[in-house]
């Protein structure tokens, strides 16, 4: 049976309150194990609906379950899009305070920034280079509002692809400079090297993760507008945090940032 607009807003409004008071909830296909994928986005929109009637403005968009390593993480093989609110942003190196969030993860991510609208289907990685003004390092700070971090595809896609937080930092550049496939970058927690990873490990090209936002995008009837920045998902896995924390993201050529817990 296909699911009401009134349990669409009733599951988005569930997961509105979850973030807000920092209190996790049980997954949402327990109790709705039909949700197809078209629901959970359905979900999505009506959170986005909520933050964008509470005063919050669209900060951006993004990529999630793009490289092996966070598939492998979290047991599921898809990728999927969420979108960022501008009260997610953290400036580098500024502190976290954790009794805000749940179980926060960090993982170190390519953020590109667009000049010009990618419309799907069909987009591909030139016409990503071609629209893209600047790709910058990035921080993604996660925290899924279920249980244990535990989830399956609808229920994550539902809850915006757990996005919290996200800094910036390090250096702007081309992405036609750098081959950003085989740029490194290394993830220490309080200066323990904790991750390593390439560029590739996103969808072999951080670029292809655009693309096929944008194509995925081409299916809901919508498209990345000009001025957009997007998160195209962790490179390596995601490290739990806790008060006390400092993690740093250095990337070849790129530079650094950083972002600490309280
Ligand atoms: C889902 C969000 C994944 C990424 O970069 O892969 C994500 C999760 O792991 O909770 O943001
Ligand atoms: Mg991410």
């Known amino acids: 049976m296909p699911i009401s607009p009134q349990t669409i807003d009733a599951l988005a409004q569930l997961l509105f309150e979850a973030a807000r008071d920092a209190t996790p909830v049980v997954k949402i296909t327990d109790a709705h194990p039909d949700i197809t994928w078209d629901d959970a986005y359905a979900i999505q929109d009506s959170l986005r609906a909520k933050h964008l009637n509470s005063g919050r403005q669209l900060a951006g968009l993004k990529m999630g379950l793009t490289s092996r390593a966070k598939m492998e993480q979290m047991g599921v093989?898809?990728?999927?899009?969420?979108?960022?609110?501008?009260?997610?942003?953290?400036?580098?190196?500024?502190?976290?305070?954790?009794?805000?969030?749940?179980?926060?993860?960090?993982?170190?991510?390519?953020?590109?920034?667009?000049?010009?609208?990618?419309?799907?289907?069909?987009?591909?990685?030139?016409?990503?280079?071609?629209?893209?003004?600047?790709?910058?390092?990035?921080?993604?700070?996660?925290?899924?509002?279920?249980?244990?971090?535990?989830?399956?595809?609808?229920?994550?896609?539902?809850?915006?692809?757990?996005?919290?937080?996200?800094?910036?930092?390090?250096?702007?550049?081309?992405?036609?400079?750098?081959?950003?496939?085989?740029?490194?970058?290394?993830?220490?927690?309080?200066?323990?090297?904790?991750?390593?990873?390439?560029?590739?490990?996103?969808?072999g090209d951080p670029a292809l993760s655009v693309a096929t936002l944008a194509n995925m995008l081409a299916k809901r009837g919508a498209e990345i507008p000009a001025g957009t920045l997007i998160l195209t998902g962790g490179i390596t896995r995601a490290i739990l945090v806790k008060p006390g924390d400092t993690i740093r993201a250095r990337y070849q050529h790129l530079g650094e940032l950083s972002v600490s817990f309280k």
């Open 77 to 203: 093989k898809d990728p999927i899009c969420g979108f960022l609110t501008d009260d997610a942003v953290v400036g580098d190196g500024e502190s976290i305070d954790t009794s805000t969030l749940i179980h926060p993860k960090v993982e170190a991510e390519v953020a590109f920034v667009t000049k010009a609208p990618l419309k799907g289907p069909g987009c591909h990685v030139g016409d990503v280079l071609k629209a893209t003004d600047f790709v910058i390092p990035a921080l993604e700070v996660i925290d899924s509002r279920y249980e244990n971090f535990r989830f399956d595809l609808p229920s994550v896609i539902a809850d915006n692809t757990s996005a919290c937080r996200f800094v910036t930092g390090g250096r702007p550049v081309s992405p036609r400079d750098y081959d950003l496939k085989t740029i490194g970058v290394v993830v220490d927690r309080n200066g323990e090297v904790v991750e390593t990873g390439a560029g590739a490990a996103v969808l």
